[in-house]
């Protein structure tokens, strides 16, 4: 039986409903069942969300400092409550079903109203002004960056941003030369003279035309000496992650066919639609040409490539600007 939205929501947020089942005099005198409940449920649902954005109990469990057995036996309540299953197993790997993507549709929301509500709240009778001067790579300045900022200046509309885009090298110099006030990176190297902050999760997958040859089937990592490659150009970050991933598996990326290095993924996916060349490119460059099936993902066997964005700031005590919007960012 299909679990519709309706029914997934009204399960949780019926007073009567307790998975439990405790009396009520086990509780303390202003704590009802349902007002326990809730906060279970905001917690569970906090790990159901970790592990739909991971596709993985075990990376759950250590972005949560919880135990994996703990991971498990949220998700299952919450099955048990919803009286459906949220993800189904692929070998040692995980999928949401249909019920999980409608679920984790509305954790997303949930989510964004619970961070809009601490902010509003935050920010009454606070003035902020001033000017803010923002470097990010390529690859967070154009599909990342826009949707923050736009939700950013309509919070706070006296301060003005000013946004800088370069890889991953140029970012840092520019930080270096005091020309920006914080950047976003996504490279592996970390400098002495700068602090680090993660800001969000990425993955980098190989990417092809949706009709390509290879389409739909699973390669191994040694399979790439067989192929034509598109990277990006020397100073990425994007690139030093796949250089430093693949020689972990002895690969050389040196020895890849490389049939062109272009500046940006939107080259490399115009490239792609174009050629039966592939591209390692970041999953959050992608998603349109997912969805609209235009791209595809090659699989490669016992082979990721995961990676974070950084935040990339001066050494020592940052201005109340840059508090401010590390804090929205994050």
């Known amino acids: 039986m299909k679990t519709s939205r309706k029914d997934l929501f009204r399960t949780f947020f019926n007073p009567s409903y307790s998975y439990y089942s405790y009396p009520k005099h086990t509780f303390a005198r202003n704590t009802?069942?349902?007002?326990?409940?809730?906060?279970?449920?905001?917690?569970?649902?906090?790990?159901?969300?970790?592990?739909?954005?991971?596709?993985?109990?075990?990376?759950?469990?250590?972005?949560l400092h919880i135990s994996q057995p703990a991971v498990t036996k949220h998700i299952k309540e919450i099955e048990v409550q919803l009286s459906t299953k949220l993800f189904d197993r692929k070998g040692t790997s995980i999928q949401l079903t249909q019920s999980g993507k409608i679920l984790f549709e509305y954790a997303e929301k949930i989510r964004n109203i619970y961070r809009d509500l601490e902010f509003e709240i935050s920010q009454i009778n606070q003035q902020h002004k001033g000017k803010l001067i923002i470097g990010a790579s390529t690859t967070v300045a154009q599909y990342i960056l826009p949707e923050i900022l736009a939700k950013f200046?309509?919070?706070?509309?006296?301060?003005?941003?000013?946004?800088?885009?370069?890889?991953?090298?140029?970012?840092?110099?520019?930080?270096?030369?005091e020309k920006i006030d914080l950047g976003i990176i996504e490279g592996e190297s970390q400098s002495s003279y700068f602090d680090y902050r993660t800001f969000k999760?990425?993955?980098?997958?190989?990417?092809?035309?949706?009709?390509?040859?290879?389409?739909?089937?699973?390669?191994?990592?040694?399979?790439?000496?067989?192929?034509?490659?598109?990277?990006?150009?020397?100073?990425?970050?994007?690139?030093?992650?796949?250089?430093?991933?693949?020689?972990?598996k002895d690969v050389n990326i040196n020895e890849l066919?490389?049939?062109?290095?272009?500046?940006?993924?939107?080259?490399?996916?115009?490239?792609?639609?174009?050629?039966?060349?592939?591209?390692?490119?970041?999953?959050?460059?992608?998603?349109?040409?997912?969805?609209?099936?235009?791209?595809?993902?090659?699989?490669?066997?016992?082979?990721?490539?995961?990676?974070?964005?950084?935040?990339?700031?001066?050494?020592?005590?940052?201005?109340?600007?840059?508090?401010?919007?590390?804090?929205?960012?994050?």
């Open 201 to 248: 999760a990425d993955e980098i997958v190989l990417t092809a035309k949706a009709d390509h040859p290879l389409a739909h089937r699973t390669i191994n990592v040694k399979d790439l000496y067989q192929l034509n490659l598109i990277f990006r150009e020397q100073g990425s970050g994007t690139l030093e992650f796949i250089q430093n991933r693949l020689k972990e």
């Open 153 to 177: 200046n309509a919070y706070y509309k006296d301060i003005k941003i000013e946004l800088l885009t370069g890889n991953t090298e140029a970012i840092s110099a520019l930080l270096k030369e």
């Open 32 to 63: 009802t069942i349902n007002s326990y409940f809730c906060t279970m449920f905001d917690y569970r649902l906090k790990v159901f969300h970790t592990v739909a954005s991971r596709l993985s109990f075990t990376k759950a469990s250590e972005e």
């Open 257 to 330: 066919t490389t049939v062109i290095q272009l500046g940006s993924s939107e080259s490399i996916k115009n490239y792609l639609l174009h050629s039966d060349c592939m591209a390692f490119l970041s999953i959050s460059t992608i998603l349109n040409e997912l969805k609209n099936n235009v791209l595809t993902v090659i699989d490669i066997k016992n082979f990721s490539i995961e990676r974070d964005f950084h935040f990339i700031l001066p050494k020592g005590e940052q201005s109340e600007l840059i508090e401010l919007f590390l804090r929205f960012a994050e």
